[in-house]
C-alpha cells in the first residue's frame, strides 16, 4: 500500500516509515556549534537554491514568517498582505506580539493583490501614519485553494516595493509546489 503525504500544514505532516529510518540514521551534532552535518547541508542547499549566501532552518513555518517579520520591520510599523495570508488569520497574532506590527490586510484576486491595491495600501510618510514596514506576499496562497501567485504580479509588487524602499517577505511554505505548478503553465 502506497502511503501518501499531507502536505496541507506543517502541523498535520506525518514522516512515512522510510523517512523515519532515514531520519534515525542521519548524522547529527550541535546546531548551536554548527556542527550537525544534516543541518548544514540542507541549509547549504537551501541557500543555493534560492540564491542567497545563506539560510537558516527553522521547526516551522509559523516561526520562519515570525522571524523574517521581525527583522525586516521596525515595532509600530504596518505589514500589508492578503486578507486571508497564513502570517494574519493563522499564527496568533504574532507579528503583533513578537514584533509589534500591524497588519494592513487586501483582498486580490485569487489569492494575489495586485500592484495597484499594494500601492493604494502604502502609506505616505507622515508621521501620524504608521509606516509601511513590509509586503507579504504567500506563495502558494493556503486559503485561496493553493493557487499560485502569477510570478509576473510578483514581480510587478517587488519592483514596487524596492521603489518605496519597503522590504518584502515571501511566506514560502509551499514553494516548490508553486514552482512546479509555474513550470507547468
Same mark, same amino acid.
Not at 520562519?64 to 486571508?84: D, F, M, R, W
Not at 501620524?128 to 486559503?143: F, H, K, R, V, W
Given at each position: 500500500?502506497?502511503?501518501w /503525504?499531507?502536505?496541507?500544514?506543517?502541523?498535520?505532516t506525518?514522516?512515512?516509515?522510510?523517512?523515519?529510518?532515514?531520519m534515525? +540514521?542521519?548524522?547529527?551534532?550541535?546546531d548551536?556549534?554548527g556542527?550537525?552535518p544534516?543541518?548544514?547541508?540542507?541549509?547549504?542547499k537551501?541557500?543555493?537554491?534560492?540564491?542567497r549566501?545563506?539560510?537558516?532552518f527553522v521547526?516551522?513555518g509559523?516561526?520562519?514568517?515570525? /522571524?523574517? @517579520?521581525?527583522?525586516?520591520?521596525?515595532?509600530?510599523?504596518?505589514?500589508?498582505?492578503?486578507?486571508?495570508s497564513?502570517? *494574519?488569520? *493563522?499564527? @496568533?497574532?504574532?507579528?503583533?506580539?513578537?514584533?509589534?506590527l500591524?497588519? +494592513?490586510?487586501?483582498e486580490?484576486?485569487?489569492?494575489?493583490?495586485?500592484?495597484d491595491?499594494?500601492?493604494?495600501?502604502i502609506?505616505?510618510?507622515?508621521? *501620524?501614519?504608521?509606516?509601511?514596514g513590509?509586503?507579504?506576499?504567500?506563495?502558494?496562497a493556503n486559503?485561496?485553494?493553493g493557487?499560485?501567485?502569477? @510570478?509576473?504580479?510578483?514581480?510587478? /509588487?517587488?519592483?514596487?516595493?524596492?521603489?518605496h524602499? /519597503?522590504?518584502v517577505?515571501?511566506d514560502?511554505?509551499?514553494i516548490?509546489?508553486?514552482?512546479v505548478?509555474?513550470?507547468a503553465?
Amino acid at each position: 500500500m502506497k502511503e501518501w /503525504i499531507d502536505l496541507r500544514s506543517d502541523t498535520v505532516t506525518r514522516p512515512t516509515k522510510p523517512m523515519c529510518k532515514a531520519m534515525a +540514521r542521519a548524522e547529527v551534532g550541535d546546531d548551536v556549534y554548527g556542527e550537525d552535518p544534516t543541518v548544514n547541508k540542507l541549509q547549504e542547499k537551501a541557500a543555493a537554491i534560492f540564491g542567497r549566501e545563506a539560510a537558516l532552518f527553522v521547526p516551522t513555518g509559523s516561526m520562519g514568517n515570525a /522571524i523574517c @517579520l521581525k527583522v525586516l520591520t521596525q515595532p509600530g510599523s504596518e505589514v500589508i498582505c492578503y486578507s486571508k495570508s497564513h502570517v *494574519y488569520n *493563522y499564527e @496568533l497574532s504574532s507579528m503583533a506580539v513578537i514584533s509589534g506590527l500591524t497588519p +494592513r490586510v487586501l483582498e486580490g484576486p485569487q489569492g494575489a493583490p495586485t500592484p495597484d491595491q499594494v500601492e493604494q495600501a502604502i502609506h505616505p510618510g507622515i508621521y *501620524y501614519l504608521a509606516p509601511t514596514g513590509c509586503i507579504s506576499l504567500e506563495n502558494t496562497a493556503n486559503m485561496a485553494g493553493g493557487r499560485i501567485f502569477p @510570478l509576473e504580479r510578483m514581480r510587478e /509588487i517587488v519592483d514596487l516595493a524596492h521603489k518605496h524602499g /519597503i522590504p518584502v517577505h515571501l511566506d514560502g511554505a509551499r514553494i516548490f509546489n508553486a514552482s512546479v505548478a509555474q513550470l507547468a503553465l
